[in-house]
């Protein structure tokens, strides 16, 4: 019954375009969601406007102020601080005081509203990160946030997944340094590849990957 | 339509010197083909069938509602706590995975062993096989929690730097029922592929055309064709032979790997698997004998079909029996008191009557098949196997929920007690279940025509008395 059948004759040569789709349409897609969904993709590079156009490459780099200066206790808590106001006018109501750039700083300080940051490294929620822990036993700034002092605007460069975490975690020593360089962002180990070691036998640092290390 | 039986027709002689004819007589190549297209071409299905799939679809529907509660509600909806965090969930897997291995027993294992009886059932009971393991499926699933990060159970490169614990046996769970599900399917639908070319051609509409056509996959019945089909059924069968025996034992590690009292038993996996193949033809037996009078394929699937699948429930119901006495016997054995323990709350502990119907339903009920009578009568046959069925699920009910409830220490002991959520769902599985098997039987070829011919006198040339 040939006339019965409801398929044109060229559909035979169209099976092994067909079959060519099917083998390749997977292996596009898996890439594209590989690819296409990592945090690489969609979370570096992130940088938001804020609501002041304040400069680290400015004050970091070209005035060499100490990261310290302003987010105090990143060595004592788990939050790094977001300096209030009164930081910003210790040195602008004496420099620049004039400035219109300024001007909404002053009114912050007047009228008692903080400035509204917009937050650029943002965990989830359900993950506990302590700067003290990892400030204080020789993880510089720069490890994960980058050449800061080179950036007008704050982005972020890692990728901050959780895979990301435990490349560190399982494998610490590459990204140890002194106590006394942990800010310097331009600081590297140089030709003494001993030194991670040295550190982490010094700070005795065996960092845990356990889930509840993170997810508390 | 009612079938044309022959009643004085008897294929159940089990005389070994004459080979015992596998249809009704007068069977040819275009009655067989025009008995199994009538139940797919004919334009209304019988009444039953919509007052069947009428109900399915509502439990069906209550399953599904009931889905959509568990997940935006929490799985607090189910009567699962500590210590029972297994329960309705697991048992319900477990039972239908079971069920879900009669399908590729019949067809692969018997194929391999040339066991011709296999053609007129092979393919209900692989459809079967797979209805029964997307509902397993789901159970697990669901039982998760958090079903939007289902794709967690899978090992694949992430960007949390994370895979699956492969020491543990839920992974191994994972892997061997997605296997099976896909090798089943697979089987399943190549065994098919002649059937829907001849579904193809016989159809009338355009739509019907179009769809059979489709899957037929441009079949024409060629030598070439026959040559390639048969070869990629053997490997098929050659595939899907370990995996019958392979994905019960992997389910039974899932408790076995555990020290819990009541699972720590090396005898898990072949006791599973011949629970598996037990419950599975039992299930087989429940749907083929309303079926085949349903749609009238009383000449295809005869009483012969339905005593043999009733010789295996006869055998490995026995096994399952052996499994219940060394259970307990080793339990004695081992000199450990929480074993023994384990063993004594089941029989006379709070859920004893689980115990007690499991003991009755899976091996006093099926030792009524010593009787010829019970193994050839069709409804005497569906009492038993039903109550079968009800005997494997409280088998797994006894072994996960009654061990959990009582472990080692009195003041964590717990009774658990089922929500109507859990009870609505395991209804509604079975809606899904029937759901699947109605629309199979009104749509799919439910008996493998080309198989059948292949094992009538005729194809052997029997006829002509070379």
Redesign the interface.
């Given at each position: 019954?040939k006339d019965?059948?409801?398929?044109p004759p060229w559909?035979?040569r169209a099976?092994p375009l067909a079959g060519a789709v099917l083998a390749v349409v997977p292996v596009y897609l898996i890439a594209l969601l590989?690819y296409g969904g990592?945090?690489r993709t969609t979370d570096v590079g992130y940088e938001p406007v804020q609501p002041i156009p304040y400069s680290h490459a400015v004050h970091a780099g070209v005035l060499g102020i100490d990261c310290r200066y302003c987010h105090t206790n990143v060595e004592t808590s788990a939050h790094a601080l977001v300096p209030p106001t009164q930081t910003c006018l210790n040195c602008h109501n004496q420099i620049a005081a004039d400035s219109p750039k300024i001007l909404p700083i002053k009114e912050s300080a007047a009228s008692g509203q903080p400035i509204r940051w917009v937050r650029v490294h943002d965990l989830p929620d359900y993950v506990y990160f302590d700067h003290s822990a990892h400030v204080s036993r020789g993880v510089g700034c720069v490890s994960c946030h980058g050449r800061v002092d080179r950036m007008e605007r704050v982005q972020q460069v890692e990728?901050l997944?959780?895979?990301?975490c435990?490349?560190c975690h399982r494998n610490p020593e590459p990204h140890l340094r002194p106590q006394a360089f942990i800010t310097r962002m331009d600081w590297t180990p140089g030709a003494d590849t001993s030194i991670g070691a040295k550190i982490r036998k010094q700070n005795n640092i065996n960092p845990s990957t356990d889930c509840s290390t993170c997810h508390r | 339509m009612s079938s044309v039986a022959f009643p004085a027709f008897d294929n159940t002689s089990d005389d070994p010197t004459v080979r015992a004819p596998l249809t009704t007589p007068g069977q040819n190549f275009q009655t067989i083909t025009e008995t199994v297209c009538r139940v797919v071409e004919r334009p209304r299905p019988p009444l039953g069938w919509y007052i069947a799939f009428a109900i399915a679809v509502a439990w069906t529907g209550v399953f599904f509602l009931l889905v959509v509660y568990l997940v935006s509600t929490g799985i607090g909806v189910w009567g699962n706590n500590v210590p029972v965090a297994w329960a309705f969930d697991i048992v319900n897997f477990v039972f239908w995975i079971g069920i879900g291995h009669a399908g590729t027993l019949i067809s692969a294992i018997l194929f391999l062993f040339r066991q011709k009886w296999r053609t007129s059932i092979n393919r209900a009971a692989e459809a079967m096989t797979i209805f029964a393991v997307i509902c397993a499926g789901l159970f697990p699933a669901l039982h998760v929690g958090r079903v939007w990060v289902e794709y967690w159970l899978f090992p694949y490169p992430n960007q949390m730097g994370m895979w699956p614990n492969f020491r543990s046996p839920l992974v191994w769970d994972v892997v061997a029922v997605s296997t099976y599900g896909t090798v089943s399917l697979l089987f399943w639908y190549l065994g098919m592929i002649p059937d829907l070319a001849t579904l193809r051609d016989r159809a009338t509409g355009t739509v019907r055309k179009l769809l059979y056509g489709l899957f037929a996959l441009g079949w024409r019945g060629s030598a070439r064709q026959w040559h390639r089909y048969e070869r990629a059924y053997l490997l098929l069968a050659a595939l899907s032979t370990p995996l019958v025996l392979s994905v019960h034992s992997v389910v039974s590690t899932d408790f076995a790997v555990a020290q819990l009292p009541g699972w720590h038993v090396t005898l898990f996996p072949p006791y599973f698997v011949a629970g598996a193949i037990f419950s599975g033809f039992a299930m087989v037996v429940t749907l083929m004998v309303p079926a085949r009078a349903f749609f009238g394929l009383k000449d295809l699937i005869t009483i012969r079909h339905l005593e043999n699948m009733n010789k295996f429930i006869l055998a490995t119901g026995c096994m399952v029996g052996y499994a219940y006495a060394l259970e307990v016997f080793a339990s004695w054995y081992s000199g450990n008191q929480y074993e023994w323990f384990a063993m004594v709350n089941r029989a006379v502990g709070p859920y004893a009557w689980c115990y007690w119907t499991m003991v009755f339903c899976n091996v006093v009920v099926p030792q009524l098949f010593w009787f010829k009578s019970w193994r050839t009568s069709p409804w005497r046959m569906v009492l038993v196997a039903v109550l079968v069925n009800v005997g494997m699920w409280m088998e797994r009910f006894v072994i996960i929920v009654v061990s959990l409830s009582r472990d080692f220490l009195p003041s964590s002991w717990e009774i658990y007690k089922p929500t109507w959520v859990d009870l609505g769902m395991l209804a509604g599985s079975f809606g899904l279940f029937f759901t699947l098997f109605l629309l199979f039987c009104r749509y799919l070829p439910m008996v493998a025509m080309a198989e059948v011919k292949a094992v009538l006198p005729a194809a052997h040339g029997s006829g002509h008395r070379h």
């Open positions: 019954m019965s059948y409801p398929f559909i035979d099976r590989y990592s945090p990728r997944s959780m895979g990301w435990l490349e | -």
